[in-house]
T-cell receptor, first 117, second 109 residues
Framework: GAVVSQHPSRVICKSGTSVKIECRSL??????MFWYRQFPKQSLMLMAT?????????EQGVEKDKFLINHASLTLSTLTVTSAHPEDSSFYIC?????????????FGPGTRLTVL | GQSLEQPSEVTAVEGAIVQINCTYQ??????LSWYQQHDGGAPTFLSY????GLEETGRFSSFLSRSDSYGYLLLQELQMKDSASYFC??????????FGPGTRLSVLP
């Protein structure tokens, strides 16, 4: 099956700093990737859709200036949490659709646990 | 708007059969997916139903009734490793997938 990696797996930062999370499709190309946020014992909430070569599409209520997304190549999307605050502490997960763009099957990265002090 | 409902928790014993239901309200529906997520891990795809009926994959089966806006995941011969959270996710034309609130399955020895 397709493999999606994320880096870092865990990050702790001070309030006010920025954190960059990378999402890579290792053995396939992904023109679209999704970024989710998950709080403890809750569901996955879609934050934005990352599109290679164009601007990301953000879900309602997600600040695009705070959560910067760049999809510079067919295998890499990055999410930068700018001026992070404690309330941004969460589990951030990226995913890419299966080959052929079938959104019903998504391959998820292992996630990044962000803790903002 | 879109909404999905799942039971929050289900408990069963090893070897048993458990059914996790998912009801949804949405427009432009085109399919229902199921994902498994162990604590601290990433979700993994289990199954997808676009048409009414039962899809079987090993010990797991998934069912969809489009007319009832209802589906379920059936887990047979439960094993301890099946203890995890299970999410249904609904796909909509022109929109991205929306995940349900999740059902936490605990399998007891």
């Amino acid at each position: 099956g397709a493999v999606v990696s994320q880096h870092p797996s865990r990050v702790i930062c001070k309030s006010g700093t920025s954190v960059k999370i990378e999402c890579r499709s290792l053995d396939f190309q992904a023109t679209t990737m999704f970024w989710y946020r998950q709080f403890p014992k809750q569901s996955l909430m879609l934050m934005a859709t990352s599109n290679e070569g164009s601007k990301a599409t953000y879900e309602q209520g997600v600040e695009k200036d705070k959560f910067l997304i760049n999809h510079a190549s067919l295998t890499l999307s990055t999410l930068t949490v700018t001026s992070a605050h404690p309330e941004d502490s969460s589990f951030y997960i990226c995913s890419a659709p299966a080959r052929g763009g079938a959104y019903n099957e998504q391959f998820f990265g292992p996630g990044t646990r962000l803790t903002v002090l | 708007g879109q909404s999905l409902e799942q039971p929050s928790e289900v408990t069963a014993v090893e070897g048993a059969i458990v059914q996790i239901n998912c009801t949804y309200q949405t427009s432009g529906f085109y399919g229902l997916s199921w994902y498994q997520q162990h604590d601290g891990g990433a979700p993994t795809f289990l199954s997808y139903n676009a048409l009414d009926g039962l899809e079987e994959t090993g010990r797991f089966s998934s069912f969809l009734s489009r007319s009832d806006s209802y589906g379920y995941l059936l887990l047979q011969e439960l094993q301890m490793k099946d203890s995890a959270s299970y999410f249904c996710a609904v796909g909509h034309y022109g929109q991205n997938f929306v995940f349900g609130p999740g059902t936490r399955l605990s399998v007891l020895p």
